[in-house]
């Protein structure tokens, strides 16, 4: 036991004092706030206010066309192709003469590209004027009616609610498990490959170096293999945890950096929908509503399920990747060759996954979330839509010991290849004669 | 004994690579285990560092049967492919090493210092295994193989690489470490280091024992009754039974295999009836180089002189 700690202890520092990973650990989260300040960077560029100059004579446009920030309209007479520019307009827009209900007759002349945003605002300003008129002529009613009837239809939410123990309902916000869900499955599959290449370079490393014999005259290969592991499950920890810290503590800093203006504008950016007056109100209802459901998610058993999903998968998969290790020689087109089977299913796992979000509760979300091969994926995801009502608590039981007991095998079998593989030189082991190592 | 092999077999599935081989190994000694490429060295030299388990037959270590879990920290092994983290810092990986051998880490820096002193090492603490020249790399090796003090020690072509200073400073360690009561195996090609600092040898072949014994008496009983005679003029002889001439030096002597049942002092009398005068007679020992091809080629190694008689 003590050598074991002796060799994680090794492989642990190694690691966490290289610059590369230091890099990495620092960068990343810089890299993400860089991300996050650029988005808000080309947030405030594209709310440029573009004038726009209406030639109206019909003034069918008149009662429709509503500026905004990002769009001004300005009806002038005065104004052609020739003189646009020179007037300070960044566009002119012609509407046809003859009536407005022709779809093909608008002309929009610009002397440089309209931003998407603005070319949107005004497509679908004209599509609404449109609308209204034709409403107004056609059907001889008031616009306005129209848009009282639309928004009081989408003032109704849905209420999903599951029943809860003890028939107190909770509410439950399908969005918000399933982004839950994702993020959590794709954290275990990303790490899953990180760390699991991590074992079998290492384990590459020390075969090719041939320091492997030495260490095995003083301790056992499982040592040596379990040491290699539980240092490298250690380091992807401790790289989290430090992830984690930096990311929160720097998108704090950021959102407080945020000029409130710059929200306002980015929510009147979404508000301009047509028929959505009430947009904004519904946006901060839904966000209360997110609340709501974030806190009604039982966060202690996601985090303990993700970290316990972390540690089991990593265990279940690190192990066969130091087995493949064990077993290539130099060449890397083998070490690839070989990586294959072991890949295979954790990429299955993730198409799973991706599929049973959509449907926590059906057979095949249940079933993959049980075996250990796509559980720590499958079941990262099922877990934040609730325990125990879309999880049964047996199925959590058994998918949790159904991984402890995988990776113990995967362990006891890749102690067997990797016993043998890793003071084989020469040409690539068959998988026939690996499965002759275990048998022996 | 220190250590004794008894009906050692280790079979793979294409080859017996150690078939039946027992020897045994005084405490103390230094023993040369010899053979050509493929010939069980490695696979016998890791069944008795515990890497693998034979299939039949017993190692008694000390005189207990060989427990490798507890007796491996008695044991020091260099294996032939030499092996270290390229990117770790000497020191670190000598303290490593030790540490998995079971050294408390305050008596591992001790030694550390202790052997790296004697060695002239102490400026590359900080340096890391890829910055060291392969001579040094293999000078760290064998410090880290002898550091915890090891009874039996286990050398796989130790001398491989180095210069010949270094190599005599290696040299130099292992005879220092046989008076303190360390024995050593040796495993080599290298015949001429063999004859110099090994008591005892065995020569494996094809996974079999084909010989076993002390340098010296290897040697005797290897011997073809050749010798060499040195004259003031090179005497011209005609043929005889005594002996015949196998090759007639430039420098006025001959090279004499003397025939079965007659003595070097039959020749002697020979030429003094001739009235030759001899200025030297001495016996030509085989080295054991000659032996190792003899038997492995399974040729007799005098074969290799050409008969000059007349």
């Known amino acids: ?440 | 004994m220190i250590l004794e092999l008894q009906n050692l077999k280790k079979y793979f599935a294409t080859q017996k690579a150690v078939d039946d081989i027992s020897l045994s190994i005084e405490q103390g000694s230094i023993f040369g285990l010899l053979g050509p490429n493929g010939a069980g060295k490695t696979t016998l030299l890791r069944m008795i560092t515990g890497i693998f388990y034979p299939d039949e037959g017993d190692i008694l270590f000390n005189g207990k049967p060989f427990d490798p879990i507890n007796d491996i920290q008695y044991i020091g092994y260099m294996p032939e492919e030499r092996g270290l983290y390229k990117k770790m810092k000497i020191g670190e990986q000598a303290l490593y090493l030790a540490q998995l051998k079971g050294l408390k880490k305050d008596r591992a820096m001790e030694l550390i210092k202790e052997w790296f002193v004697k060695l002239e090492m102490q400026s590359w603490w900080n340096k890391k295994v890829e910055d060291l020249s392969k001579g040094m790399s293999q000078k760290l090796q064998f410090v880290t193989t002898v550091l915890h003090r090891p009874k039996l020690i286990i050398l796989d072509e130790p001398f491989s690489g180095l210069d010949p200073v270094n190599s005599n400073i290696i040299k130099d360690e292992i005879f220092n470490l046989a008076k303190t009561g360390c024995t050593v195996i040796f495993s080599t090609h290298r015949m001429e280091q063999v004859e110099e600092i090994c008591d005892h040898i065995v020569l494996i072949n094809k996974g079999k024992k084909i010989l076993d014994g002390t340098v010296k008496g290897i040697k005797q009983r290897f011997k073809e009754n050749i010798f060499r005679i040195g004259f003031d003029e090179t005497p011209a002889t005609n043929y005889n039974n005594t002996f015949e001439i196998i090759k007639q030096n430039d420098d006025h002597s001959l090279m004499v295999k003397i025939n079965e049942g007659y003595k070097p002092n039959d020749v002697l009398n020979y030429f003094l009836q001739q009235q030759s005068s001899i200025v030297a007679f001495n016996e030509m020992l085989p080295s054991i180089n000659d032996i190792f091809i003899q038997l492995v080629e399974g040729t007799p190694a005098a074969r290799q002189f050409q008969p000059v008689t007349d």
Do not use: C
């Not at chain 1, 599951?162 to 918000?176: N, P, Y």
């Not at chain 1, 079933?367 to 796509?374: A, D």
């Not at chain 1, 995967?410 to 004669?433: F, H, N, Q, V």
């Open chain 1, 1 to 440: 036991m003590n050598k074991i700690w002796l060799i994680i202890k090794r492989e642990y520092l190694t690691r966490v004092r290289k610059k590369t990973f230091i890099l990495t650990t620092i960068l990343t989260p810089l890299l993400f706030a860089g991300i996050f300040a650029v988005v808000i960077f080309i947030t405030i560029k594209n709310v440029s206010n573009e004038k726009v100059a209406v030639v109206d004579q019909g003034g069918y446009l008149k009662s429709s066309l509503e500026s905004n920030k990002t769009v001004t309209y300005q009806f002038v007479a005065d104004v052609d192709t020739s003189n646009f520019v020179a007037k300070g307009y960044s566009a002119v827009l012609f509407a046809p003469h003859t009536g407005i209900n022709q779809t093909a007759n608008f002309k929009l002349i610009t002397e440089k590209s309209l931003n998407r945003i603005a070319n949107t605002k005004i497509e679908r300003d004209i599509s609404r004027a449109l609308e209204n008129n034709m409403i107004s002529q056609e059907l001889k009613i008031d616009p306005k009616q129209i848009d009282s009837i639309k928004s009081r239809a989408e003032n109704i939410s849905v209420e999903t609610s599951k029943k809860g123990e003890g028939g107190k309902l909770e509410s439950s916000s399908f969005d918000v498990a399933n982004g839950i869900g994702y993020i959590t499955g794709f954290l275990i599959y990303i790490t899953l490959f990180i760390y699991g290449t991590m074992v079998m370079r290492g384990v590459m490393e020390e075969k090719t170096n041939r320091i492997a014999e030495v260490i095995i005259s003083s301790v056992k290969p499982f040592q040596l293999m379990m040491g290699k592991i539980l240092g490298i499950g250690a380091v992807g920890l401790t790289q989290f945890l430090i992830w984690i810290v930096l990311i929160s503590v720097i998108s704090g800093v950021l959102s407080s950096m945020i000029p409130p203006e710059v929200l306002d504008q980015v929510q009147q950016n979404n508000s301009q929908v047509p028929g959505s007056s009430q947009q904004g109100s519904e946006a901060i209802r839904n966000l209360a509503a997110a609340q709501n459901t974030l806190s009604s998610i039982n966060w202690g058993l996601v985090v303990f399920s993700f970290v316990f999903y972390f540690i089991g998968g990593y265990l279940f998969y690190a192990a066969l990747f130091a087995a493949v290790g064990s077993a290539v020689n130099e060449d890397p087109q083998d070490a690839q060759s070989m990586t294959f089977p072991v890949i295979m299913p954790i990429i299955l796992a993730i198409v799973i996954m991706i599929n049973a979000i959509n449907d926590p509760g059906g057979s095949l979300a249940t079933w993959s979330s049980i075996i250990p091969f796509f559980s720590p994926i499958v079941m990262m995801a099922r877990i934040p839509f609730g325990v125990p009502d879309t999880v049964p608590y047996w199925q959590l039981g058994l998918s949790m010991a159904l991984l402890v007991l995988g990776f113990l095998f995967t362990t006891w079998l890749s102690a067997k290849i990797y016993r043998t593989g890793i003071l084989m030189y020469g040409k690539k082991p068959s998988w026939k004669e690996m499965i002759k190592w275990i048998r022996r």
